[in-house]
């Protein structure tokens, strides 16, 4: 059996960036990616890349000109309630929207350079030792980093919690034409049916987009034509599409960060933003913090730690939000404060696609108009 300091379960995102963690932080350290893939390979995604993202992948060392190349910035959002209130602005910071056919395979390519190996292999058993984890009785390694996504082999195994019912969504994406959208802007177009919902429109920069719909899962899952007819519903002008599908665990609270000698990463934390399904900032800044942590004394306390420093309040806010919003007016109104206030604008993406929490500025402007009351002080 083969020792390995560590042992990474998927080489996606949160996989690759936990990797080139570990070797930053410990460049002599033997490190491991499985998976069972063969890459470059698609993966379901929006693919949308926020500042935040890429923040954490330049502290690493990665180059970010390298990773983005052949995608264009998107400066503006436009931004679709429930109810039709429409908010359009532009960014703080320019997001990106990277295929994670590309994006995926750099960032393997990152954590191979810094001196990770890669392993074809698909998972199926794990066993914990007093020295560590057993992977297939052909691996063995003192702390094992699960971030092999919503299906996550490592996160059963280890007896790690699932997400609970009411807390997963689905989607279906496809790829198109850009022509009936502009290149530079990003776009939700959020429904009262099926709430909470909406679909998206992600230019990539190359001429074409990221297309999709997507519907927190009730009692039972959503065909796929009612999801490929949602779609179509709220984006009438989009032409039919090739699309595929995937789950999506939404963040609670407090993340299940994994058990013992067995870390969890990404999705297979069920790290999901409830309020957008955003999920790569999680996947990367996750990934980042526990392949550092697997490199101290004590991986586990360290990761949940760390963790906790770096996203805990601000997953309380948003598992907070994704309560209050479980019905659509709530939504209505943030979507006003947006269009009215650049500053409230910029917080609600702070907390979609970062780690930004409620300020009290942004509740006043949220719920002043709701009480009939005026002169919010924030500027924009």
């Not at 995604?45 to 998107?74: E, F, K």
């Not at 030792?129 to 009785?137: E, H, L």
């Not at 490929?228 to 609670?252: A, I």
């Amino acid at each position: 059996m083969t020792v390995w300091d560590l042992i990474v379960v998927g080489a996606g995102p949160a996989g690759s960036t936990a990797a080139l963690a570990a070797m930053r932080a410990n460049p002599a350290a033997r490190v491991v990616m499985l998976d069972a893939a063969e890459f470059p390979r698609d993966k379901v995604c929006g693919d949308g890349v926020a500042p935040q993202a890429l923040d954490v992948l330049a502290a690493l060392g990665v180059d970010i000109a390298t990773l983005t190349a052949d995608t264009a910035p998107i400066h503006n959002l436009r931004l679709t309630s429930p109810r039709g209130v429409t908010a359009a602005r532009q960014f703080a910071r320019p997001a990106s929207v990277v295929p994670r056919e590309l994006l995926d395979a750099r960032l393997l390519t990152a954590a191979r350079t810094a001196g990770a190996e890669l392993r074809q292999h698909r998972v199926r058993s794990l066993t914990q030792t007093a020295s560590g984890v057993d992977i297939d009785g052909a691996f063995h390694a003192r702390t094992v980093i699960g971030a092999d996504g919503a299906e996550s082999v490592v996160r059963r195994q280890c007896g790690a919690r699932s997400a609970k019912a009411g807390t997963i969504a689905i989607a279906l994406r496809g790829y198109t034409s850009a022509d009936p959208w502009p290149a530079g802007e990003q776009r939700l177009v959020m429904a009262a049916a099926h709430w909470p919902a909406y679909a998206w429109v992600f230019p990539i920069g190359d001429g074409t987009a990221n297309v999709g719909y997507g519907e927190l899962i009730r009692t039972n899952p959503p065909t796929r034509a009612h999801l490929t007819q949602r779609l179509h519903e709220l984006l009438p002008d989009c032409p039919p599409l090739d699309l595929r599908g995937h789950r999506l665990p939404l963040s609670p609270g407090r993340p299940n960060a994994g058990q013992n000698h067995v870390l969890l990463a990404g999705d297979a934390a069920s790290l999901i933003n409830p309020l957008t399904g955003e999920g790569i900032y999680y996947a990367v800044l996750s990934g980042f913090l526990a392949g550092t942590a697997a490199m101290s004394p004590d991986p586990a306390d360290q990761y949940r730690r760390s963790l906790r420093g770096e996203l805990g309040r601000h997953l309380r806010h948003t598992d907070a939000l994704a309560r209050l919003t479980r019905t659509p007016r709530l939504v209505d109104l943030a979507t006003r404060a947006a269009r009215d206030h650049q500053r409230a604008f910029d917080d609600l993406v702070e907390i979609g696609l970062g780690a930004g929490t409620i300020s009290p500025a942004l509740a006043g402007a949220v719920l002043k108009p709701a009480l009939n009351v005026s002169g919010w002080t924030g500027k924009g």
